[in-house]
């Protein structure tokens, strides 16, 4: 029989393979424990606790300082700290901390494009702060930050966010040739960019020409081929010449076609209808709905386009079949009617409007027929259509106060005061204006109790307007309740010490019965 090891050496084989455990797994709780405080500061920092999630991230970087990726979350969250509202000093100083970070991510890690535009973005607003508060008489063009910029291009090409930042620097230091260069690049790149640049300061017709030239290279070498048709046909769109914009379109749709979605119809449509081709963009309107998942919703869109080529009869035209075809719908008709109106075709609109009530009356349709009675000053109509919208929708605040307003107009105070009221108790979000609007009706009607009341609504709303205030006090007078009334003339004058009316009623008061001033 075998003799067992002895106890000693049993002892010294288990604290051997415990001691190479715990090697092995002290560097995974080390990792562990780091990931906890960057979660942690993840979800502080989602509730706007900088100043906590700040020490979650030091802390994390005290056990793995060799992280890039938590340098780099540090000087995401100095660039925030530093991006506040806060003494220009103080800016710089946490800023600087930023580019710490982001330096030493890249130092870590050379090949990561969001430190090395963290970084860029770091150094751009750096110098910002440094122009407004004086520092500099100019601002100055910092090499670090066109440096650290065109590192995050060359790492990440394809982003949008970093060319877009990249052009703008260019263009605000004045680097034509580096900024034209840039254009033709996006295009080139990223035909499908055409959108975001349109919105930029720096895109003017020479920037759209380079930028047209990168997309035409693209189109010859037949990168995204979809996109790059589809981005120049906008641009020819942009410049209005509309059959190069056509053709352009028709190239694209036909690459992918399976891609193709009722939009792309639409748009090719207004194309056509901004070529005064009615027909093929009638063609095209109903080639899209051919295909449409939501027929009303897109119907309504074709029709705004309409009214945005400003073509009313093809506008008219295409509601009429495309009622025929799918029925009517309470919108759509709404619709029809209400870009006629806004293109001034007032006699359409209420044919519209007239068989939309005979299908079925609503608030809406008697609503838009008040605005084209007002337009042309059909007072009795427009009294009787806002009447009959708020009888159709009762609960409907903004036809109770349209409907005020027209009673107010045409001197019939009494229903105007109760229809604002009705205006009141059915909105959602009150102003201070709308009890004001009721408390001056309610004066003409010799209710000043009730005006006082409003005045004081309006004024608890929006304490800073001292004619709520005066006009309470001149509610209060009338109720010869003088002293109440000095009291508001008082506040009102407290709010706007320099008015020459509040102070005036005040002196009235005060010499005719001996108010204290």
């Known amino acids: 029989m075998e003799k067992s090891p002895p106890f000693s050496f049993r002892l010294l084989t288990a604290f051997f393979i415990l001691l190479l455990f715990l090697c092995a797994f002290y560097p995974l709780t080390v990792h562990l424990r780091a990931q906890l405080h960057v979660y942690s500061a ?6 706007s606790q900088f100043s906590e999630a700040l020490a979650e991230l ?18 995401n969250l100095y660039y925030k700290l530093g991006s506040s509202d806060q003494e220009s000093n103080k800016k710089l100083q946490i800023l600087g901390r930023a580019k710490e970070h982001f330096q030493e991510a890249l130092r870590l890690h050379p090949l990561d494009a969001r430190s090395a535009y963290g970084l860029a973005r770091t150094e751009i607003l750096i110098e910002k702060i440094n122009y407004l508060s004086g520092r500099v008489s100019s601002l100055l063009k910092e090499a670090s930050a066109m440096s650290a910029l065109e590192q995050a291009i060359a790492l990440r090409p394809a982003s949008t966010i970093y060319r877009l930042a990249y052009a703008r620097y260019l263009y605000l230091h004045d680097e034509e040739t580096k900024f034209m260069a840039e254009m033709h690049n996006i295009g080139r790149l990223q035909p499908s960019m055409h959108g975001a640049l349109r919105g930029q300061s720096f895109w003017s017709p020479a920037a759209r020409q380079e930028f047209f030239s990168g997309v035409k290279e693209a189109i010859v070498q037949g990168v995204t081929p979809r996109q790059s048709l589809l981005a120049a046909s906008e641009l ?9 914009a056509i053709n352009y379109r028709q190239q694209g749709m036909s690459v992918q076609s399976s891609l193709n979605r009722a939009v792309d119809f639409i748009r090719l449509g207004f194309m056509y209808l901004m070529a005064d081709n009615h027909d093929e963009a009638l063609g095209n309107f109903f080639q899209a709905l051919s295909i449409s998942n939501d027929i009303e919703r897109d119907i309504i869109a074709i029709m705004q386009v309409c009214k945005n080529a400003e073509r009313p009869d093809s506008l008219l035209l295409f509601y009429q079949k495309a009622g025929k075809l799918y029925g009517h719908s309470a919108d759509m008709d709404i619709a029809a009617a209400r870009y006629l109106f806004e293109l001034k075709q007032n006699e359409q609109a209420k044919v519209i409007l007239q068989e939309a009530n005979s299908r079925r009356r609503t608030g809406a349709a008697y609503y838009l027929l008040s605005r084209i009675a007002e337009v042309e000053e059909d007072w009795d109509g427009f009294e009787l259509t806002i009447q009959k919208a708020t009888l159709h929708d009762p609960r409907n605040a903004g036809y109770h106060l349209r409907f005020s307003q027209v009673l107010n107009r045409l001197q019939k105070y009494d229903r105007a005061e109760k229809e604002a009221g009705l205006a009141i108790n059915y909105t959602d979000n009150i102003s201070a204006g709308l009890y004001s609007y009721r408390a001056g009706l309610r004066m003409r009607i010799n209710n000043y109790s009730g005006a006082l009341d409003d005045w004081l609504q309006a004024a608890a709303m929006s304490p800073g307007n001292g ?3 005066f006009q309470a006090g001149d509610a209060a007078e009338k109720m010869d309740k003088i002293d109440e009334a000095a009291g508001y003339y008082r506040k009102a004058i407290g709010l706007e010490p320099g ?6 009623r005040l002196e009235r008061l005060d010499k005719k019965y001996g108010v204290k001033r």
């Not at 020819?236 to 190069?244: D, P, Q, R, V």
């Not at 008015?499 to 005036?504: A, K, L, P, V, W």
């Open 42 to 47: 993840e979800k502080r920092s989602a509730a």
């Open 58 to 75: 030091q802390k994390a970087a005290v056990l793995l300082p060799d992280d890039f990726l938590i340098h780099n979350e540090l000087g």
């Open 236 to 244: 020819m769109a942009e410049g209005k010449n509309w059959t190069e």
């Open 467 to 469: 004619s709520f205030y």
């Open 499 to 504: 008015n020459g009316t509040y102070i005036q």
